[in-house]
């Protein structure tokens, strides 16, 4: 999917809400255990009931690989039934990779080629010739962390090396590799103050803002500073759509919220 689609996906739905799917076994209603898949039941459960409101999902690779062949099985027919059913969302393989050459392009072959997701977050600590190999796939994109939403960024990421903090420098210097245009970032929500600097360097590259929500950060504060005239952003929620309720009806309750987040999207939305 190229970043016009996505754009158009958003103006039509009224949202930029990306779900991430971090199917934890031990969190998700414990009647589901006793499916064949329940990672697959549950997540097609979620997905049936928010897809209205989102135009993205996010599994995160880990809950998966946790669980072994089972896991990437259940992970495969997630991704086959979102294209099956509903081909206009966009698919983020939350992966976080990154090694040199030839690795970096067995990874993107893996979630690109044989998954199909749209997009990989990758690691930029080992530069360039980590990087590049995912941007040479048409039509897919690589998010970037650039400045994320834990607590630990602080170590690194916003330390000055020169005279600009090196998330600065990370995004500066990406601009100028091979297919950058396919390039997005991983801005947290919960530095959202931080974005209006981020702009100034990548003005309309998509960001996807994860931390809205259980991670307590302010829709309001990353529209205000992050958004553009063709919204240019990604708002992630997990935790707190999908582990709404462990009830029988946990999937109407996680697309109430989703809703929730949508109907607070299409207001930011009316303000461009």
């Known amino acids: 999917m190229t970043s016009q689609e996505l754009t158009q996906q958003i103006f039509k739905k009224k949202s930029f809400l990306c779900v991430g799917l971090d199917t934890d076994l031990d969190r998700i209603p414990t009647y589901l255990l006793s499916e064949k898949d329940p990672v697959f039941s549950f997540n097609k459960a979620i997905i049936d009931a928010t897809h209205k409101y989102c135009v993205a999902y996010k599994p995160n690779i880990a809950f998966y690989e946790a669980i072994g062949v089972d896991g990437w099985k259940a992970l495969k027919k997630t991704i086959e039934y979102l294209h099956s059913e509903y081909p206009e969302i966009y698919t983020i393989a939350d992966a976080k990779r990154g090694d040199i050459g030839n690795t970096s ?68 210097t990406s601009k100028s590799w091979n297919n950058s245009e396919n390039l997005m970032y991983v801005v947290g929500a919960t530095k959202a103050e931080y974005l209006a600097d981020i702009r100034k360097i990548i003005p309309e590259n998509f960001l996807l803002v994860p931390g809205v929500g259980a991670q307590g950060g302010s829709l309001e504060e990353v529209c205000k500073y992050g958004i553009t005239r063709n919204v240019g952003l990604l708002v ?22 989703a809703e929730a987040l949508q109907i607070q999207m299409a207001e930011e939305l009316e303000k461009l």
């Open 105 to 172: 392009r067995m990874y993107a072959k893996a979630f690109f080629d044989d998954l199909g997701f749209d997009s990989v977050t990758v690691a930029p600590y080992m530069g360039k010739d980590s990087v590049e190999p995912f941007l040479e796939f048409i039509n897919k994109h690589t998010i970037l962390l650039a400045l994320t939403s834990n607590e630990g960024a602080y170590d690194f990421q916003t330390l000055k090396t020169g005279d600009e903090e090196l998330y600065k420098k990370v995004i500066r």
């Open 236 to 257: 992630n929620s997990s935790r707190k759509i999908i582990y709404a309720s462990d009830s029988s009806n946990f999937a109407e309750i996680a697309g109430a919220k």
